[in-house]
């Protein structure tokens, strides 16, 4: 039974979760050739105060346009 497990910035919508959890479900039974209903994804979504890049935050660099 593969687990994947995910972590994001939060402010994707809920239908772009569901998205990614259904591409990445289909992408791992193309290539391990375990069944769809087997996988399983695990997304952690992520406060933006929270996730840094280069000692900066992403919400920082979200309000400066740098991302």
Do not use: K
């Not at 990614?20 to 992520?46: D, F, M, Q």
């Amino acid at each position: 039974m593969p687990l994947v497990q995910i972590t994001l910035a939060r402010g994707r919508t809920p239908e772009q979760l569901a998205a990614l959890g259904e591409e990445v479900t289909a992408a791992v039974s193309r290539a391990v050739g375990a069944p769809a209903g087997n996988v399983r994804v695990v997304v952690t979504e992520c406060e933006p105060e929270h996730w840094f890049v280069g000692g900066e935050s992403l919400a920082a660099l979200r309000a400066s346009g740098q991302r």
